[in-house]
Structures are given as C-alpha cells and as structure tokens.
C-alpha cells in the first residue's frame, strides 16, 4: 500500500483509467466500451472490438465483489454467441500470466492457446465449443 491520501489514490486512478481508456480507443478505434450494471450499480466495464471477421475481447473488469458469480462467464458467452451469429471467424483475446483463475475461464470457454510471450498468452475461440443460443444475462442498452 502507497502512503498517499484518498485523494491522491483517486487521482491516480482516474489517470490510469484515461490512459487505458485512451490506449484501447486508439488501437481499436472501432471497439465499444461498456459499463457493465448489475442491480443499478456499476460492477465493472468490457472492452470489444466487433469491427472485423475476427472480433477482439480487448479488456474485462469486474469488480471484486462481482467475480466469481458468473458474471464474467455470461459476458463472455454473449460475447461468442454475438460473434457466432454475425459470422464471426474468430474471438480473440490475450491473458497475463499472473492470472490464472481468467486463463482457466477462457479453457473452460472453449479457448485455445495461438501464441504465449513473455507476460501474457493469446488466445481463440473459433465457435469450437457451443454456446446457448442466447444467454439471457446481456442485452444492450
């Protein structure tokens, strides 16, 4: 823990969120950025970028709280069924090493390893597992 203040940990934050924010937007100019809302509050935010044959899982976040509820599971299947009916080849994503509980996710979801670097493993889905026809946890808004 940084000896900073409330207000400083807060600041550094919303910066790095910027950031990240600014990054995602300029490499996948393309993407969408949600908020993910369960029970009216903000639990987290999905970063995706649909724009090609291959789609691209940029970025998922879920608030301590919200993990390990399935939330995560559900997005990421709505996520492969969207793909599955526009036609979709492929459903990207990368994982950090230092994440196993996600990289076992992605396994169970049908994802396979493409290329493993030095801090993260990509990864594809190819509509190699099946997925519900429309998992009833999404929709947009």
């Known amino acids: 823990m940084t000896p900073w203040s409330a207000e400083q940990k807060r600041t550094f934050l919303d910066d790095q969120f910027a950031r990240q924010h600014g990054h995602f937007l300029r490499v996948h100019r393309r993407g969408d950025y949600r908020v993910i809302v369960q029970a009216g509050r903000s639990?987290?935010?999905?970063?995706?970028?649909?724009?090609?044959?291959?789609?691209?899982?940029?970025?998922?976040?879920?608030?301590?709280?919200?993990?390990?509820?399935?939330?995560?599971?559900?997005?990421?299947?709505?996520?492969?069924?969207?793909?599955?009916?526009?036609?979709?080849?492929?459903?990207?994503?990368s994982v950090a090493h230092d994440n196993p509980r996600a990289r076992k996710l992605y396994d169970q979801l049908g994802f396979f390893e493409t290329e493993v670097g030095a801090t993260h493993t990509k990864m594809a889905w190819n509509g190699n597992v099946s997925v519900p026809s429309e998992p009833d946890c999404c929709r947009e808004i």
Do not use: F, N, P
Request: charged share 20%; with cysteine.
């Open 43 to 93: 639990v987290g935010r999905i970063y995706c970028d649909r724009s090609g044959r291959d789609w691209t899982l940029i970025d998922i976040l879920l608030s301590q709280e919200a993990q390990g509820k399935g939330i995560g599971s559900a997005l990421i299947r709505w996520i492969q069924h969207s793909a599955l009916v526009a036609g979709g080849a492929q459903l990207r994503l």
